[in-house]
C-alpha cells in the first residue's frame, strides 16, 4: 500500500540529457527503451512511427556523448523490426529486442550484428500478443511481459519456455495490459499492470506477494498508466508514471518519497547543433520555454507539451550499476539522467 508523505531529501538529482531529435544518424526517434552493455555503452531504441519508418533504429551513445553509430531496418526479415518494444543484456552481452508486430525477439551482438530470434504469435504456453518488456534475473532467465495475452512469460536466454503467470482482470496476481518488468536483488519479479495502475511483485515462479497501487489519478499516492519499473539495491522503486508525466520514487516501506516532473537542459548535441544553426538558436532563445500555463491547460501532458524541461512521454526508466536513474522521454526524443543520492 502506498502512502504519499514526502520526506525533505531527495534521492534523485538531475544530472544531464541525452539526444536529440534526428530520424537518422546520431538522434533518436520517439524512443522507447535502453539498454547498457557491461563497456558502458547505451544503445537506444527508436520506435519512431509508422509513417516514418526509416527513423526506426537502435542508436549507440555513451554517458558523455560520444556516438557509436546504429543499426536495425524496419521490415519481418531476420534482424528487422516493426513495432519495437523494449531492450536487455544477458550475460554474455547479448541484446535482446521485443518486437509486439512481428511477435518475436530478436538478439544482436553489441555491434549490432544479427544472431538469431524467436518467437510465434499466440496465446498458448510460449507465444507471443504483444511481446513489451524485457528482464533479466541472476541465473540469466529471461522474462517477457506478453501484453495483450495478460500475462508474464519465463524462458531460458536461448528461449525454452519455463512457466508462465496472470491472466485477465483486477484482482490479486491478475493483469490488465502489463508492460514494464525488472527483478530486484532478492529476485522478486516487479511488473507495471498498465491499466490496473499499479506495481504488482510476484516471486520468480509467479506467485503473488503485494502491489503498490492507490486509486486511478495524479495524486502522489496515485497512478496513471504505469509503463516502467525499476528497483534499486536498496529496494527503492523507481515508476515511469506515464499517464502523469512523472516519475515517482517509492521508499522500501511503500511511501512516495519523490515525485519528478524532469529537469532537462540542452544536451551535448542539442548544443552543437544550434551552435552551427545559428538561426535555429535565435528561434530558441526567443521562445517561451517555461511559460506560465493557463487555465485552459488541465492535463499533465498539456503541461509538458508546453514546458521543455518537463517530461514527456516517460515511458522507461532503467538503472545503472554507477547509481544513476535513465528516464527515456518519447515524445521529446531524449533521455533525462539523475544520480541517485542515498
Known sequence: MITS?????????????????????????????????????????????????????????????????DFGAYGRAPGEFIWPTSLAFDSQNRLYLADE????????????????????PGKKDGEFNGPSALAFDAQDDLYITDHRNHRVQKFTSDGHFLLNWGEYGHGK?????????????????????WRNNRIQQFSGNGDFISSL???????????????????????YTYVADWGNERVQVINPDGRIVQSLRGQADLSKWAKEFYEANP???????TANLTPTLTADVTTPYEESARTEKYFWGPCSVKLDDKGRLY???????????????H
Open 101 to 120: 508486430y512481428n511477435q518475436r525477439i530478436t538478439i544482436f551482438d553489441t555491434d549490432g550484428k544479427y544472431l538469431t530470434h524467436w518467437g510465434v
Open 327 to 341: 528516464v527515456t522521454e518519447s515524445l521529446r526524443h531524449r533521455v533525462q539522467v539523475f544520480t541517485i543520492k
Open 279 to 285: 538561426d535555429e538558436r535565435l528561434a530558441r532563445d
Open 173 to 193: 496476481g491478475q493483469l490488465n495490459l502489463p508492460w514494464g518488468i525488472t527483478i530486484a536483488k532478492d529476485r522478486t519479479v516487479y511488473v507495471a499492470d
Open 5 to 69: 508523505k514526502l520526506i525533505a531529501k531527495p534521492r534523485l538529482h538531475y544530472d544531464r540529457t541525452l539526444g536529440l531529435a534526428s530520424m537518422e544518424g546520431r538522434g533518436f526517434s520517439n524512443p522507447v527503451d535502453l539498454a547498457i552493455s557491461n563497456t558502458d555503452r547505451i544503445y537506444v531504441l527508436s520506435r519512431t512511427n509508422p509513417t516514418q519508418t526509416y527513423g526506426i533504429r537502435v542508436g549507440i551513445c555513451d554517458l558523455e556523448g560520444n556516438y557509436f553509430g
Open 213 to 235: 497501487a492507490g486509486k486511478t489519478g495524479s495524486t502522489k499516492s496515485q497512478f496513471n498508466r504505469p509503463a516502467s519499473v525499476a528497483v534499486d539495491s536498496e529496494d
